[in-house]
């Protein structure tokens, strides 16, 4: 099968490039660099620009992983329009390629899994999240409702979509660890603010079994939390990371301060969602590492 990825070179899409290979799957991948995307990807990888240009190799499959860092910048106006368009602009050209493969091969893919984010819950305190739990409107919310609707378009060329609403992404390399190791490795860390703000968070290769089993499954389509089933605050994530690392988590770092220093964009750091991933674990997912006490063990050994 051929399965095309935006974002595939980023820490989530690399991972599944490597599984879909792997697997005997055909990889084809959206990248603005391709030259630089080929040395992070298996060999064989097929590398373009732009979507539009697979239209000679139709994928049966798509993988929208694609939209800038929402971490990366202070939100100003002009970030928060950045990180819009950069998820609009590549998911409304895969919604051209599904009617450009309508047109001239009389069908489209027959699955798009299109990622979305924990944002679109908004804060929601420490009440329970499931899919059908309404949005708390914030930023966040409002740029993964877009993302949503944008997807939405490739049902009306008779692709089946899913959305999976990802949580953390925990994994050695990249991701949330990334950026949280050296000051925890140094005894520097802590928790944010109060502590008590939920953490979705999953493990880099549930994730990856999580969007195949979204490939595979052809009688399941609509939103998916994508996160284990057993989310932490904020103080308990510290806490464990802390111990694994053998350090101590002695210095929070006041919520005051996180706002002074991000801005609106604080509000990911001390805000948060018990998101729970109801329907993928209904339609019989099983989670390798279901508890953030399997996952860090894995990843730190």
């Known amino acids: 099968m051929r399965v095309l990825i935006t974002g595939g070179s980023g820490f989530v899409g690399q991972a599944l490039c490597r599984r879909l290979v792997e697997a005997g799957h055909r990889v084809q991948v959206v990248s603005r660099d391709p030259a630089q995307a080929r040395i992070r990807l298996p060999e064989g990888a097929d590398v373009r620009r732009s979507a539009l240009d697979f239209v000679d190799a139709p994928p049966e499959a798509l993988v929208n992983l694609a939209g800038e860092s929402i971490a990366g910048k202070r939100w100003s106006e002009a970030q928060k329009q950045r990180l819009l368009d950069s998820r609009l602009d590549a998911t409304r050209e895969l919604v051209q390629l599904c009617e450009q493969l309508e047109a ?28 059908e739990t309404p949005p708390h409107d914030e930023f966040a919310h409002r740029l993964c409702r877009r993302w949503e609707e944008a997807a939405q378009g490739v049902t009306a060329h008779g692709t089946r979509l899913a ?33 008590r703000q939920f953490m979705p968070w999953v493990h880099r290769q ?44 002695l210095l929070p770092v006041p919520a005051k301060a996180l706002e002074i220093a991000f801005g609106e964009m604080s509000r990911l750091l001390l805000t948060g969602a018990d998101m729970r991933p109801a329907r993928l674990e209904e339609a019989g997912f099983t989670f390798r590492f279901p508890t953030l006490e399997d996952a860090l063990t894995d990843i730190l050994g």
């Open 206 to 249: 549930d994730l990856v079994g999580a969007i195949l089993f979204l490939i595979e499954r052809d009688d399941i389509d609509g939103a998916f939390n994508g996160s284990a089933p057993h989310p932490v605050t904020n103080a308990v994530f510290t806490r464990l990371l802390a111990r694994h690392l053998h350090r101590p988590a």
């Open 104 to 131: 001239t091969q009389g069908s489209a893919p027959r699955v798009m899994v299109s990622a979305s984010a924990m944002g679109y819950y908004g804060d929601q305190g420490d009440a329970a999240v499931t899919e």
């Open 163 to 195: 959305i999976l609403r990802l949580g953390l992404v925990l994994d050695a390399g990249g991701g949330v660890l990334q950026r949280m190791l050296p000051p925890f490795r140094l005894g520097l860390g802590g928790r944010f603010g109060d502590g």
